[in-house]
């Protein structure tokens, strides 16, 4: 998984404020498997989106689960090739959009292919350990 750039901000600033920003609260799934690149600001083809969830902590890992269903709901089949965890602006809105100008793009992974008909269920987990880093 790769952080973007605006995540490392993010994290920075949430370490800055004393937890009193953004906080990661969503997770998103589309159809690009285009390589990461850090300045990437959105999933690159998002299909779904699951916000306001909650996140676990055990001790320095955050994990964040979501649970796609009917993906597409209109019948036919999707790709997922793409994942990210969201930071949302209001973290209390399970609404179906990342598109919220102050949501913030964490992470975007690129994934294994995973074909999805309608009524197919899909379970994503992130998990995200924090660890001593020297220079």
């Known amino acids: 998984m790769g952080v973007t750039d605006d995540g490392q901000a993010e994290v920075a600033e949430l370490i800055r404020n004393d937890g009193s920003g953004l906080r990661v609260s969503a997770i ?24 306001g969830l909650t996140t676990t902590r055990n001790a320095n890992t955050m994990t964040i689960e979501a649970t796609f269903e009917n993906v597409p ?46 009524n197919d269920r899909l379970d994503v987990t992130f998990e995200l350990d924090v660890q001593n880093v020297t220079n």
């Open 28 to 51: 998103n799934i589309g159809e690009d498997d285009t390589a990461f690149d850090s300045s990437q600001t959105s999933l690159l083809s998002e299909a779904d989106f699951e916000g």
């Open 73 to 118: 709901d209109s019948g036919g089949s999707v790709t997922i090739l793409e994942a990210g965890m969201v930071s949302q602006d209001d973290p209390t809105d399970d609404g179906q959009a990342s598109k919220v100008a102050a949501d913030v793009q964490v992470s975007r992974q690129v994934v294994p292919q995973v074909n999805l008909l309608e």
